[in-house]
T-cell receptor, first 117, second 107 residues
Framework: QLQLQESGPGLVKPSETLSLTCTVSGGSISSSTDYWGWIRQPPGKGLEWIGS???????YYNPSLKSRVSISVDTSKNQFSLKVKSLNAADTAVYYC?????????WGQGILATVSS | EMLLTQTPGTLSLSPGERASLSCRASRSVSSSYLAWYQQRPGQAPRLLIY???SRATGIPDRFSGSGSGTDFTLTISRLEPEDFAVYYCQQYSSSGFTFGPGTRVDI
């Protein structure tokens, strides 16, 4: 059974960079058919796709966030990571990682990242 | 930008009743790339339907999806207590992914 687990700081300061990692277990991140994505959800609001990446590093991003985000992959650790720079309060959200197969079928439990001084 | 609209915003029903949730896209969506999710409080979303009408692994057959083009529907044939949750539709296109704002199914 594929499992995903997010990790990273729960509190970050405005204008700084959020760095999160997703560790995949029970399967290989190097599958040629899969992408791996990040989705976020501000408290009490809906879901927003951030971006996705495959095992070779091919990535694509939500146009509204593209200038501030980057996603990378480390196949040796079966992990992929998210960076969001120039944070502001509107970036406060639960961040989920998920396997992407043109829909998102396996999800992590999510991690709350709060942007506050 | 592809926009998804979900109606109604809230649906108040009782266990055993039938629920019909609508998702309308601002332009045509490939049926292969329309999905539905269920999210219970404090939990991650769960994939219910992909490809507009295919149930994901382990999803009960009381959940069904239909539609094409710009209009899609999620139907829950007989509501169970655990089905009271928020439901999101999602589409994929060359610009990436978009989620609808959600429909809350309340008792």
């Amino acid at each position: 059974q594929l499992q995903l687990q997010e990790s990273g700081p729960g509190l970050v300061k405005p204008s700084e960079t959020l760095s999160l990692t997703c560790t995949v277990s029970g399967g290989s991140i190097s599958s040629s058919t899969d992408y791996w994505g990040w989705i976020r959800q501000p408290p009490g609001k809906g879901l927003e796709w951030i971006g996705s990446i495959d095992y070779s590093g091919n990535s694509y991003y939500n146009p509204s966030l593209k200038s501030r985000v980057s996603i990378s992959v480390d196949t040796s650790k079966n992990q992929f990571s998210l960076k969001v720079k120039s944070l502001n309060a509107a970036d406060t959200a639960v961040y989920y990682c998920a396997r992407e197969v043109r829909s998102f079928d396996y999800w992590g439990q999510g991690i709350l990242a709060t942007v506050s001084s | 930008e592809m926009l998804l609209t979900q109606t109604p915003g809230t649906l108040s029903l009782s266990p055993g009743e039938r629920a019909s949730l609508s998702c309308r896209a601002s332009r045509s969506v490939s049926s292969s790339y329309l999905a539905w999710y269920q999210q219970r409080p404090g939990q991650a979303p769960r994939l219910l339907i992909y490809g507009a009408s295919s149930r994901a692994t382990g999803i009960p057959d009381r959940f069904s999806g239909s539609g094409s083009g710009t209009d899609f529907t999620l139907t829950i044939s007989r509501l169970e207590p655990e089905d009271f949750a928020v439901y999101y539709c999602q589409q994929y296109s060359s610009s990436g992914f978009t989620f609808g704002p959600g429909t809350r199914v309340d008792i």
